[in-house]
């Protein structure tokens, strides 16, 4: 056999070999921003990646809020992290909030790639955007189900929300515009975590919540469906570097297994896990996989 040739075979074998081994593969870096919702989403991604491709991934979890997060990812210090349609649409690419979730997603698809050189993956399931909720005692007297049921009532709601909620254009405003509810006074402005203790304690009627929040899940309460589409959508996808993908066999297609694995529902009780259980995220997040997958996951 030729000298050369058996040289570049055992070269070849070696480097496929090397390969197989994780030798000389860069870690996987996954980041997230400073909540919990994040940061949970951010170690079910980190452990399925481990998990299917057998490669270490480095966590780098709590960054800060969205900018912070982004700037990591176009700076390189991160590969992917979680990020929501409609923030990506109004905080980063600055354009008009839409309500329309297909051309959101569309939108924000295209720039980022074009912009930013970042895929923006299928979502995953969960739409976090703003939610109008009131006692489920209050839903099934008045036989409320979406926010047009509780515009049609004449009597005033009491409603109770977060200084964002209030100040936001696609908070309070669009509220408003689109569904002209009966108010009795102003909105009571609170941290996020009083609202639903008014709720309980009859301060309000009526709150502006998120819809992945824990203690919806939790307590008798009722989620009023935005029927008119007052709020722009919240997906969750995760925003990866096309660099990344493109180097990395078969990380896309790993990505892709968990769109669709979510609902706000799934999302609520592993908020509610970490949050009101106080459960390990690594722990939770583990479960969750299990559960989808079958497969032992986690250390």
Not at 55 to 84: C, M, S
Not at 91 to 99: C, E, G, H, Q, T
Not at 228 to 256: C, N, W
Request: aromatic share 6%; hydrophobic share 40%.
């Amino acid at each position: 056999m030729d000298r050369t040739k058996t040289i570049a075979g055992l070269t070849l074998l070696l480097a496929v070999a090397a390969g197989s081994c994780g030798i000389n593969k860069p870690n996987i870096r996954v980041g997230s921003k400073n909540f919990t919702e994040q940061v949970v989403l951010g170690e079910i991604i980190a452990q399925h990646l481990e998990n299917r491709l057998q490669q270490k991934v480095e966590r780098r979890l709590n960054l800060g809020g969205t900018l912070l997060a982004h700037g990591a990812l176009l700076n390189h210090e991160i590969d992917l992290y979680p990020e929501y349609t409609g923030t990506a649409l109004t905080a980063i690419l600055k354009d008009a909030p839409d309500n329309d979730s297909n051309r959101v997603l569309m939108q924000v698809r295209s720039e980022y790639a074009n912009r930013f050189h970042v895929a923006w993956l299928d979502p995953l399931g969960i739409d976090n955007s703003f939610a109008m909720v009131v006692s489920g005692a209050d839903a099934r007297a008045k036989h409320l189900n979406n926010l047009t049921d509780a515009a049609i009532i004449g009597s005033g709601w009491v409603l109770g929300v977060g200084y964002e909620f209030q100040q936001r254009p696609d908070g309070l405003a669009a509220l408003d515009r689109v569904y002209h509810l009966h108010w009795t006074g102003s909105p009571q402005t609170m941290d996020l975590g009083l609202l639903y203790k008014a709720l309980e304690g009859n301060q309000v009627t009526m709150i502006a919540a998120n819809a992945t929040d824990g203690l919806l899940s939790k307590l008798d309460l009722k989620v009023l469906t935005d029927d008119k589409h007052a709020f722009p959508p919240y997906q969750v996808s995760i925003a990866a570097s096309q660099d990344r993908l493109r180097d990395t066999p078969g990380m896309r297609e790993a990505l892709q297994e968990l769109s669709g694995k979510f609902t706000n529902q799934t999302m609520q009780q592993l908020n509610y896990q970490v949050d009101g259980e106080h459960r390990p995220v690594s722990q939770v997040a583990a479960e969750f996989l299990k559960e989808i997958y079958g497969t032992p996951y986690g250390k």
